[in-house]
């Protein structure tokens, strides 16, 4: 265990720096993004009613209160967010790819530890794990203070009232990364960890086999959608009329459960047998 707490440290230590940018872009981004719509918002809602002649009555009935909603389908926003996914999804890969670059290899040290190679490679997900769930919780964060922003800046009389929990409802994007049910937060990162799982096992295919590997990888891969995306591919109707929707969530979490058992094996199996330096 020991081994493991050092190793998965050490990961983390690797990556803070560029895992601390993240957080900043974020953060400046999204309150950028807040206070530049706000302001924009103000700025038109005085100028019509300037030229109009309209009292802020009037112009709520006629254009609409301000929405918070709206700033989340803003570029600010989703494209902060979209910058942290990419990043770590690079990361997925980065974070075993990294250790055979260069002319003496890392990787020759790392898997000759005196320990578990398993340690590793569970070193390497809990990272990306702490990783993921990091950003999650900033966000959790700075939606609350985002919401106080957007109400300092706009009257009350100017925008619609609204709650943390109403914006995450009502924006798909926000509503993936921070759900609002138990059930909701279990599947949706359920299904992500199934995903690293996989792409996890795809590489070390591809570390122990090269190009063979490379197939291998896409096979297995592409094995595993079909097997968890079953029910969406028989013909039409036929799970209508055959299965409930429960049922059918039901054989995609037990699937997907199974498959997140077998690539763990997998895993094992070939960093003790078949990886090599």
Do not use: C
Not at 195 to 211: H, K, M, P
């Amino acid at each position: 265990m020991s081994r493991y707490r050092k190793l998965l440290n050490w990961e983390i230590l690797r990556f803070s720096k560029i895992y601390g940018v993240l957080a900043l872009i974020t953060l400046v981004a999204q309150f950028v993004g807040i206070w530049s719509n706000a302001n924009s918002y103000m700025n038109n809602a005085q100028e019509i009613m300037r030229l109009r002649s309209l009292s802020v009555a009037q112009y709520v009935a006629q254009f609409g209160p301000a929405k918070m909603v709206g700033n989340f389908q803003s570029l600010w926003f989703e494209g902060s967010i979209a910058v942290s996914a990419v990043t770590l999804l690079l990361y997925i890969f980065w974070i075993w790819y990294k250790e055979w670059l260069g002319k003496n290899t890392f990787a020759y040290r790392l898997l000759m530890l005196p320990t578990s190679r398993m340690n590793v490679y569970l070193a390497k997900l809990s990272a990306l794990i702490l990783f993921v769930w990091g950003i999650v919780a900033l966000q959790f964060i700075l939606l609350p203070m985002e919401l106080a922003l957007f109400n300092r800046m706009i009257p009350l009389d100017l925008r619609q009232v609204t709650s943390v929990v109403d914006v995450i409802r009502n924006n798909t994007l926000l509503h993936m990364v921070l759900p609002t049910y138990f059930t909701e937060f279990v599947l949706y990162y359920g299904a992500g960890l199934m995903g690293v799982a996989v792409v996890f096992t795809s590489i070390l295919l591809e570390r122990s086999y090269r190009w063979k590997g490379i197939a291998a990888g896409i096979i297995y891969s592409g094995a595993t959608a079909v097997l968890i995306l079953l029910p969406f591919l028989l013909p039409n109707n036929w799970v209508d009329e055959h299965l409930y929707p429960s049922e059918v969530l039901l054989f995609q979490t037990i699937v997907g459960i199974g498959i997140t058992i077998l690539s763990l094996w997998f895993s094992s199996y070939l960093l003790r047998k078949k990886v090599t330096v």
